[in-house]
C-alpha cells in the first residue's frame, strides 16, 4: 500500500515536528494551532477523538486522511504522553469539536502506558480507538515494493520486525474498539470503508 502523504498546504494541520520539537513547548503550541484553525459546523457537533493506530504498513496515514476529509483535526505522531493535554484542548475549543491523531511503534517501550492514558483521556471527552493491522505475508509486500525500512530498524529483517511490532503494541490492540485487517484494501478502498463506517454510525462516531 502506498503511504498516503498530507499535501503541503495543509502541513499546519498535522504539527507534529514542533510537538517533538520541544516537550515543554508541545501543549501550548498545539493550543495555539486549535485556535488558528476553524472546520465549518464544528461548533455544532459534539466533542470526538479518535485514535488512529496499528502496525507500520496497514495504511494509518490513509485512514488518517480520511477522518481529515471529514472534517477531523489531523495530527499526526503526538507524543503519547500529550494525549490528555490535548484531549483537554479539544474539549475547550471553540473551534474545533473532532479530532484524529496517529499513536504508532515509534513511542518504543512506552507502549504499554497507552491503556491508562486513555482512561484519563476519555474522562475528557469520548474517544476511540481504531486498531489497523495486515497480515504477515502483505506487510513484507508493501515493504518490499516500497523499498522503506521497517521503523524499527534494519538490524533484523522485515518479518521479525512485523512480530516485534506486533508484541510492543498488544497493548493498544487489546483495548482497541475497532479492529480493520486492511490486508485486502488499497489505498483509495480503505479511506472508502472508513467512510462507510462512519456514514452507518450517523455520522455520530464509528459503528463499533
Known sequence: ?????????????????????????????????????????????????????????????????????????????????????FAELVSQSSKISRAALVVDVREGTVLDRFPALLKQVRRILPARVV????????????????????????????SKSIAAERKLLAPIRNVADLVIDTSKFNVHELRAHINELYQRGGGKGLLV
Open 1 to 85: 500500500m502506498a503511504k498516503s502523504r498530507i499535501p503541503a498546504k495543509q502541513k499546519r494541520s498535522t504539527p507534529s515536528k514542533r510537538v517533538v520539537a520541544s516537550a515543554k513547548k508541545s501543549a501550548s503550541a498545539a493550543k495555539k494551532s486549535l485556535a488558528s484553525v476553524e472546520k465549518p459546523g464544528a461548533s455544532s457537533q459534539e466533542n470526538e477523538l479518535v485514535i488512529v493506530t496499528g502496525l507500520s504498513g496497514a495504511g494509518k496515514l490513509s485512514a488518517l486522511k480520511a477522518f481529515e476529509d471529514m472534517g477531523f483535526y489531523a495530527v499526526d505522531n503526538l507524543p503519547m504522553d500529550l494525549l490528555p493535554s
Open 131 to 158: 486498531y489497523l493491522e495486515t497480515s504477515d505475508p502483505v506487510l513484507v509486500r508493501r515493504f518490499s515494493e516500497t523499498r522503506r525500512p521497517h521503523p524499527l530498524g534494519h538490524a533484523n529483517t522485515i
